[in-house]
């Protein structure tokens, strides 16, 4: 079974500083991983993905993630934070190893909150 | 290009009775997932439909089920709504099975009273 951790219910930023959202992972393969943005009273809005290559992947907004396979850990960083990145912020992961039709397992989400 | 759309945005049932969901999927999508998002919660994969037929599914008991129509268009019914059914309910659509972004609608938030 896949499962998904964000750890930090939310995260205080200043603007313009470097913002982190956490993220862990566990599958049983290799994993196809992925961050999502939310608004109030809409649906996921897609940021970046991650399936082989670089470790370091760049997203839209200036937002990019870092995998680290040891640590089974894929945390979106932002390097200066906008007031308008306020958001709920999911974490999913598929199984990559499926090769078929397999749903996303997300993260409970983390509140992302930027201070003027 | 239109995205996602679905319909209704909301709906109001009482329990005991069913209800059927609509998703459009983006153009030039052919793969159709639903999640249910709880208040407070992460998205929690229903099933997916590809080709017509549902190839996954969720831990959601038979009272969930659903429909890809040949326009790859999708409903999603539920049957004897508990109170615990109150939630968004996301359609997601994507290309190749799922392994391209999925691409999400703004969902229809269901309240059983």
């Known amino acids: 079974a896949q499962s998904v951790a964000q750890p930090e219910d939310q995260v205080n930023v200043a603007e313009g500083n470097p913002l982190t959202v956490k993220c862990t992972y566990s599958?049983?393969?290799?994993?196809?991983l992925f961050w999502y943005v939310q608004y109030p009273n809409r649906g996921l809005q897609f940021l970046l993905k991650?399936?082989?290559?670089?470790?370091l992947v760049k997203g839209s907004y200036g937002f990019e993630a870092e995998f680290n396979k040891s640590q089974t850990s894929f945390h979106l960083k932002k390097p200066s934070a906008l007031v308008s990145d306020s958001a709920l912020y999911f974490c999913?992961?598929?199984?990559?190893?499926?090769?078929?039709?397999?749903?996303?397992?997300f993260g409970k989400g983390t509140h992302l909150i930027i201070q003027p | 290009d239109a995205g996602v759309t679905q319909s209704p945005t909301h709906l109001i049932k009482t329990r005991g009775q069913q209800v059927t969901l609509r998703c459009s999927p983006k153009?030039?999508?052919?793969?159709v997932s639903w999640y249910q998002q709880a208040l407070g919660q992460g998205p929690q994969f229903i099933f997916q439909?590809?080709?017509?037929?549902?190839?996954q599914r969720g831990n959601f008991p038979d009272r969930f089920s659903g429909h890809q129509f040949p326009n790859y268009s999708s409903e999603l019914n539920v049957n004897a709504l508990l109170l615990g059914d109150s939630a968004l309910y996301l359609c997601?659509?994507?290309?190749?099975?799922?392994?391209?972004?999925?691409?999400f609608g703004d969902g229809t938030r269901l309240s059983i009273l």
């Open positions: 999913a992961v598929r199984d990559w190893a499926g090769g078929g039709a397999d749903g996303l397992t």
């Open positions: 997601a659509s994507s290309r190749d099975r799922g392994l391209q972004p999925q691409h």
């Open positions: 153009s030039g999508h052919d793969t």
């Open positions: 439909y590809y080709e017509e037929e549902e190839r």
């Open positions: 599958v049983s393969g290799n994993p196809y």
């Open positions: 991650y399936i082989t290559g670089d470790n």
